[in-house]
């Protein structure tokens, strides 16, 4: 199994920053992709930026420009830089792993996710 834990978020100011982390553990030898989602109150869940076990990424259009994802692959961490926040930024950030490989060889084709961790972007 693997078990994804979020940390970094809280209430930040508008214009404010926020750093973001994931460690993944577990008897992993490699992860794919590793990504962070996120769900605004009553809204559905939505990518925020995702990044490749090569450095590949991809934003959303609305985080373009202000938040960086990066991934340290020997830590099985990833981590999410947030600039120049907005109160549309508030939500519940969530850690996914795609693409996971154990020790043992065995690759299952399940996505694993952390619990999340609240942003809260005050106006």
């Known amino acids: 199994q693997v078990q994804l834990v979020e940390s970094g978020g809280g209430l930040v100011q508008a214009g404010g920053f926020l750093r973001l982390s994931c460690a993944a553990s577990?008897?992993?030898?490699?992860?794919?992709?590793m990504g962070w989602y996120r769900q605004p109150p009553g809204k559905q869940r939505e990518l925020v930026a995702v990044i490749s076990s090569g450095g590949s990424t991809n934003y959303a259009d609305s985080v373009k420009g202000r938040f960086t994802i990066s991934r340290d692959s020997v830590k099985n961490t990833v981590y999410l830089q947030m600039n120049s926040l907005k109160p549309e930024d508030t939500a519940v950030y969530y850690c996914?792993?795609?693409?996971?490989?154990?020790?043992?060889?065995?690759?299952?084709?399940?996505?694993?996710w952390g619990k999340g961790t609240l942003v809260t972007v005050s106006s």
């Open positions: 996914k792993a795609a693409g996971v490989r154990f020790s043992t060889g065995y690759r299952p084709s399940v996505d694993y």
């Open positions: 577990g008897s992993i030898f490699s992860i794919n992709t």
